[in-house]
């Protein structure tokens, strides 16, 4: 087991749990591992991160959907519902904010079935994340995005270690602002591994595996 630890709250009443170490994602290595376990579970903090999130964004950006990665499909309920209640545009035959989950073919490209099909095409579609990192799933969600017709709304995220994917802003809870020395590295040119320090865990979107 790693040992997580809670960042001092700084942002309404959402705490960041950490771990300190040396960590394998699928595409970097990182020094730190930021654990979303509960933001994406636990309803109370769900709303919480929500409503934190919220307030980062622009009155007049058009949301009609919210394409959930990582997890957050908890999560983008409760923003869907933040927004509406903010009385954000929305551009949709309903008034309303769809929320949905890509499905991954063989090669991990994002597809989707012909039914979610009039939920993404013309539609302002924000991208909601537990992590923006390297911003490479971020990418591949913008590009899925614009193959099946859809305008990019934003891109969210409880953290984010970079300020913008594709031109486009991430906005988020907490940033690399509030992790001053975190770091991420192409698994190559890692200091860790040249140092010979083994990895504390693999993580993904789903957690983390001790080593």
């Known amino acids: 087991m790693i040992e997580i630890t809670r960042l001092p709250v700084q942002h309404g009443k959402v705490p ?3 771990a300190r170490g040396h960590f394998a994602t699928n595409h970097s290595h990182i020094n730190y591992y930021i654990d979303i376990t509960y933001q994406k579970t636990r309803l109370s903090e769900a709303k919480e991160t929500a409503r934190e999130l919220v307030t980062h964004f622009i009155n007049n950006t058009p949301v009609d959907t919210i394409l959930c990665l990582d997890g957050t499909a908890v999560l983008g309920a409760c923003v869907a519902e933040e927004l509406t209640k ?3 545009m929305t551009i949709n035959q309903h008034q309303t904010i769809y929320v949905v989950e890509p499905e991954y073919n063989a090669n991990s490209q994002m597809i989707f079935r012909d039914n979610i099909l009039p939920m993404l095409k013309n539609k302002h579609v924000l991208i909601l994340m537990a992590s923006v990192t390297t911003g490479y799933t971020a990418k591949r969600a913008i590009e899925a995005i614009g193959y099946y017709g859809g305008h990019v709304a934003g891109v ?13 802003p991430v906005r988020s809870v907490y940033s690399v602002e509030d992790l001053p020395d975190y770091a ?6 890692c200091p860790y ?3 010979g320090i083994r990895l504390d865990a693999l993580v993904n979107s789903f957690g983390y595996s001790a080593l």
């Open 156 to 168: 969210a995220a409880i953290y984010r270690a970079v300020d913008e994917v594709e031109g486009h």
């Open 16 to 18: 960041l749990r950490l």
């Open 193 to 195: 591994c040249k140092q």
């Open 86 to 88: 903010t009385g954000f």
């Open 184 to 189: 991420s590295f192409d698994y190559k040119e």
